[in-house]
């Protein structure tokens, strides 16, 4: 398995970062309900279409 990060140097990431934290000293975002919003940093639209959930340590663009 040489060149594969290790599964438990993952988990332990995971679990000693917000991914919240991380977008955010990046991105405004905005609570919307559990999620976080904000417009994407991959595109130029004018409605947010960027989601971070905190829950699940993981973000989506539409």
């Not at 990060?5 to 919307?32: G, M, W």
Request: glycine share 4%.
């Amino acid at each position: 398995m040489s060149g594969r990060i290790p599964q438990n140097f993952i988990h332990d990431l995971l679990a000693r970062t917000d991914i919240v934290e991380v977008i955010s000293s990046r991105l405004e975002l905005k609570r919307a309900g559990r999620e976080y919003k904000a417009l994407s940093p991959f595109s130029n639209e004018k409605s947010p279409s960027f989601f971070v959930s905190p829950t699940r340590q993981f973000f989506h663009c539409f």
